[in-house]
């Protein structure tokens, strides 16, 4: 159980489009989902903690008007980067709290997004 | 704010043998959770191990053990048997142990593992 689906595995988009990257629980219901960003061999980066029916909450440093967290449902988050730039193409992962579980994190399979 | 410090960005050990990754936090909480995640080239995040802070008992999944000495904020994971599907980054994080499950993971560096057949 606790599975964590992510889509699409992998993305390429021109400068200037958005795109939108979907993070579901499948098997439970997850009321935070986080967004974590990677670049080529580094750590993951918490970008935001998205939360079912309210505003997401973002790090330092990261602009909420061009990655826009919406969380819909108990299983459902996306992730929209808009106006894409070539430095916004990385790998984005997200991950899912279960509810009423506080410590495990399952973890999407992530998206790799190519701007070009 | 919480910091994870993993101080090897690189380690190699013989197939079968043993090796440790270090890792070193920061924090001024006094319960929070900390996690060894496996990263293959997959990217796929895969937990290794968990310790709950409050729990003096190290954690132990099969051949993997950890070592948490909290006063000194030490939290190394012990590999046995060392096997050639164990290469991957390792990542050590920290989390907080929230009233509403809303922190998300500070993450470390990685250490790189590599395994000699």
């Known amino acids: 159980g606790a599975v964590v689906s992510q889509h699409p595995s992998w993305v390429i988009c021109k400068s200037g489009t958005s795109v939108k990257i979907e993070c579901r629980s499948l098997d439970f219901q997850a009321t935070t989902m986080f967004w974590y960003r990677q670049f080529p061999k580094q750590s993951l980066m918490l970008m935001a903690t998205?939360?079912?029916?309210?505003?997401?909450?973002?790090e330092q440093g990261v602009e909420k008007d061009k990655f826009l967290i919406n969380h819909a449902s108990l299983t459902l988050s996306t992730l929209t980067v808009t106006s894409a730039h070539p430095e916004d193409s990385s790998f984005y992962i997200c991950?899912?709290?279960?509810?009423?579980?506080?410590?495990?994190?399952?973890f999407g399979n992530g998206t790799r997004l190519t701007v070009t | 704010a919480q910091t994870v410090t993993q101080s090897q960005p690189e380690m190699s050990v013989q197939e079968a043998e043993t090796v440790t990754l270090s890792c070193t936090y920061d924090?001024?909480?006094?319960?929070?959770?900390l996690f060894w995640y496996k990263q293959p080239p997959s990217r796929q995040m895969i937990l290794v191990i968990r310790?709950?802070?409050?729990?003096?008992q190290n954690a132990t999944e099969n051949r993997f053990s950890v070592n948490f000495q909290k006063a000194a904020k030490s939290f190394s994971l012990k590999i046995s048997d060392s096997q050639l599907g164990d290469a991957a980054m390792y990542f050590c994080?920290?989390?907080?142990?929230?009233?509403?499950?809303?922190?998300?993971?500070?993450f470390g560096k990685g250490t790189h593992l590599i395994i000699q057949p």
């Open positions: 924090t001024s909480e006094s319960d929070y959770y």
């Open positions: 310790q709950e802070a409050y729990k003096q």
């Open positions: 994080a920290y989390r907080s142990r929230p009233g509403g499950g809303a922190d998300g993971l500070t």
């Open positions: 998205s939360n079912e029916g309210s505003k997401a909450t973002y």
């Open positions: 991950s899912a709290v279960r509810y009423r579980d506080n410590s495990p994190l399952h």
